[in-house]
């Protein structure tokens, strides 16, 4: 019931962005703060779960797989908090954690995955007593972090190709090192062809209202070393006519059974931009970001955010009290512009419910 304590990392590149630091039953869930970066690589421990619970709603830690590790953490931490010995009251504990952290966000369904996860350990605890459930859930916790660095590091190799030499990729919000454990999806891909010695210059959406894409992206991409041009979402088209763009790729916070993919609102106008000048248009994610319990992407649920993030960049007013705002955290492109998805069993091209099947039952 030990692991080796983290050592913060110094560099992007040896990113732990959710950690389990110390024993099960002592330890506690080490995040980065992703509200403080770029100015500051710092560490938030949670010890309960309602510390996780806030870091997941106020996007500490944010980024549909990272969600979902921090999510599987936080029921071992609930658990926890009925103490050990009691099997029952550990039970119950774990499975009110759940149910909480289910409230957090709604959108990324890797959330619902790690905690659907988790409750099954529960249902087949049969005769663990608490201590032993506990070392069960952490265990299991453990199990989903390290399946997302491999999983990541697998999308990398089968994306890399794609990526074109001596040319220009766009990328909205940050699917990164700090939307996964460690590596990312949409950048794990560009991390895999740089390691190969491709080269190539990222364009970072901004990704307004909050800025994952300015604060997030550009900061990791700066760090490995890959050469990236920060700009502002409304330039992506000119960006595209002048010629600097030869292939979009974006991350996915859930996929729907014919393809239509939930992803950082702003990511729909890309699509249909990449569409209007032929340029390929890739989403990557693994396989725990796709729902096919539902038909299409009209059944995703999208979050809304309060009004303050977009009348509030960085705490100052700017725009006048009392407007009417919309604040839609995530919108949904649909599959038809969408040229292919990178998972960790190979590509889905052409997008449609028969290949999103046939390729996620591949081993
Ligand atoms: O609101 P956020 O920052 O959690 O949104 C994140 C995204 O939209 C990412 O693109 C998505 O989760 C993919 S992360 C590998």
């Known amino acids: 019931l030990s692991s080796e304590p983290d050592k913060p990392a110094g560099v992007a590149t040896d990113l732990k962005t959710v950690s389990w630091a110390g024993d099960a039953l002592t330890g506690v869930v080490r995040l980065i703060d992703q509200t403080k970066l770029p100015g500051e690589l710092s560490y938030l421990d949670c010890r309960d779960v309602a510390a996780l619970f806030e870091a997941i709603r106020s996007l500490r830690v944010r980024g549909a797989p990272a969600i979902g590790i921090a999510a599987a953490y936080g029921v071992v931490l609930g658990a926890r908090s009925a103490g050990w010995s009691d099997a029952r009251a550990v039970r119950l504990a774990a499975v009110e954690a759940s149910q909480y952290l289910r409230t957090s966000r709604p959108t990324a369904v890797n959330l619902f995955w790690a905690l659907d996860r988790m409750e099954r350990v529960v249902e087949r605890a049969g005769e663990l007593n608490g201590r032993e459930l506990l070392a069960a859930l952490w265990v299991e916790a453990g199990s989903i972090l390290e399946e997302d660095r491999r999983i990541c590091r697998a999308m990398g190799q089968h994306g890399k190709g794609l990526v074109p030499a001596g040319g220009g990729v766009l990328t909205h919000c940050n699917a990164g090192g700090l939307a996964t454990a460690d590596y990312g999806t949409a950048l794990g891909v560009l991390f895999a062809a740089a390691a190969d010695g491709v080269e190539f210059e990222v364009y970072a959406d901004e990704t307004r209202p909050l800025l994952q894409g300015a604060r997030l992206t550009a900061w990791e991409l700066q760090q490995r ?8 979402d409304n330039m992506a088209g000119w960006m595209m006519k002048r010629g600097k ?119």
């Open 225 to 232: 070393g890959i050469p990236v041009t920060l700009i502002c």
């Open 245 to 363: 763009i030869q292939m979009v790729i974006v991350g996915a916070d859930r996929i729907a059974a014919n393809g239509d993919t939930a992803n950082k609102i702003g990511t729909y106008g890309v699509a249909v931009l990449a569409r209007a000048h032929g340029i390929p248009f890739y989403v990557a994610a693994p396989a725990s970001t796709f729902d096919l319990a539902i038909p299409d992407g009209s059944h995703i649920p999208i979050e809304e955010r309060h009004a303050h993030e977009v009348t509030h960049p960085q705490g100052r007013a700017a725009a006048p009290e009392g407007i009417r705002v919309a604040n839609p955290a995530f919108d949904v492109t649909p599959a038809e512009l969408i040229t292919g998805i990178v998972t960790e069993h190979g590509m889905i091209a052409p997008v449609n419910p028969a290949r999103v099947s046939a390729v996620l039952a591949r081993p």
